[in-house]
């Protein structure tokens, strides 16, 4: 079974694969290039972080001074003047550290400043001055005032970290964010269909099909090797592509820190008949600790969207027929479960209403409609990808291949 899958696999490796691979990093560039030119958010820099490393120079800066003066003393001056280069140049990241520190230091107090304000906006009741825009979900209407609770436990945790706004630059983090929130619930459907959606009918519609079972294989161990390939495959491509950008972004940008405090598993109530945030209900653990959940789930998410894409081939005998209606499916599905960004019916049960995955764990896709959490989430993720591999496995082995 095993050699089976391999070899499916390598047939999967072919020149549609490489210009669908391209065509998704196409779209990273895209938004990464619009993104950055664009983007209002913030870098986080630890504070403690500066400290530490000014310390450590300043410990190498005392430990040189003492060597170059033996050195001096001892009339070795080609070593003497080795030293004082080395010197200069630690002195310059001292001077530019100290720089940076400075200027975290404005930014320190500009976060006190925020946190007081949104502490007196709380406890008047009042909205004055807040802009919720980097914790409201986009086209959705949600109570102002929980937005400002809600933020206010952001900052609080920045500031309890030394964590507080340093540069606007598209960090390695931002990217994923970025990703999930404007690739990966219409285009990676698509590009998951145009990867998975002939894995089936072309065998058909090539006629070897019959070759495959003329061999001492079962229709199972086909249908087996043909859909953990589709799925495998799918991940390696999606994957692959978003850690080259993400590495690329953080060598480039920075990495977010990896340690900041990222929200997660936020809840939101009906309040006056609008989304608002439950107080104290999300948490606020390490960007990796986010990230790590976010490949996990998004794993979840691309074996659906290979099942979904899987299905529409066993239906087809043509390519060409499947291709066309997987991505006419996945159009339709997306007009009517995200494009609206409103609530509509059976809409927790469609798996592609949880595309935005970085929202699905920081809760703010609850925004919309509060049943789309992230328990919901994994099971209709794992129920959609059974429900498709059973139709899949159903229409496969009552399909005649010998006509």
């Not at 696999?9 to 664009?38: D, E, G, H, P």
């Not at 089936?200 to 070897?208: A, F, K, Q």
Request: aromatic share 12%; glycine share 4%.
């Amino acid at each position: 079974m095993l050699k089976l899958i391999n070899i499916e696999l390598y047939k999967q490796l072919k020149v549609k694969t490489l210009v669908i691979a391209a065509l998704l990093a196409v779209l990273c560039i895209i938004v990464c290039y619009r993104v950055n030119s664009t983007y209002e958010g913030n870098v986080y820099s630890s504070r403690k972080e500066l400290v530490n490393k000014i310390d450590a120079i300043d410990m190498k800066l005392t430990s040189l001074k003492d060597y170059s003066e033996s050195m001096k003393s001892k009339g070795e001056l080609e070593t003497y003047e080795s030293i004082k280069l080395q010197i200069a140049e630690e002195e310059k990241k001292q001077t530019d550290l100290q720089t940076k520190l400075a200027s975290l230091s404005d930014k320190y107090k500009k976060l006190n400043i925020d946190l007081n304000m949104l502490k007196d906006n709380i406890d008047k009741g009042s909205t004055d001055g807040f802009n919720p825009k980097d914790t409201l979900l986009e086209g959705s209407a949600v109570d102002k005032g929980s937005l400002q609770i809600k933020n206010y436990e952001r900052l609080t945790a920045y500031k309890e970290t030394g964590i507080v706004p340093d540069e606007m630059k598209l960090t390695a983090t931002k990217f994923l964010n970025t990703f999930s929130e404007e690739i990966s619930p219409l285009f990676l459907l698509i590009v998951v269909t145009l990867l998975v959606a002939d894995i089936v009918s072309v065998e058909h519609s090539e006629g070897t099909m019959r070759l495959y079972l003329s061999q001492p294989l079962s229709k199972t161990e086909v249908f087996i090797s043909k859909y953990v390939a589709s799925i495998i495959s799918s991940v390696i491509l999606v994957l692959g592509v978003q850690f080259i950008f993400f590495i690329a972004t953080g060598v480039l940008n920075g990495w977010g820190p990896l340690n900041s405090p990222t929200e997660y598993g936020a809840s939101f109530i009906l309040k006056d008949s609008i989304p608002a945030y439950a107080a104290g209900s999300q948490s606020l653990i390490p960007a990796y600790s986010f990230i790590l959940y976010y490949a996990l789930l998004e794993i979840l998410y691309i074996a659906a969207l290979a099942s979904g894409a899987f299905f529409m081939s066993s239906l087809f005998t043509k390519s060409t027929l499947s291709l066309t209606t997987g991505c006419c499916f996945s159009m339709v599905l997306y007009y009517i479960f995200i494009s609206t960004k409103k609530p509509v019916p059976l809409q927790q049960y469609a798996y592609i209403s949880y595309g935005d995955i970085w929202a699905v764990l920081s809760g703010n896709l609850q925004q919309i409609k509060s049943s789309l959490c992230l328990s919901n989430c994994i099971i209709v993720f794992i129920a959609t990808s059974l429900l498709f591999a059973i139709a899949s496995f159903f229409i496969f082995r009552r399909k005649e291949v010998y006509s």
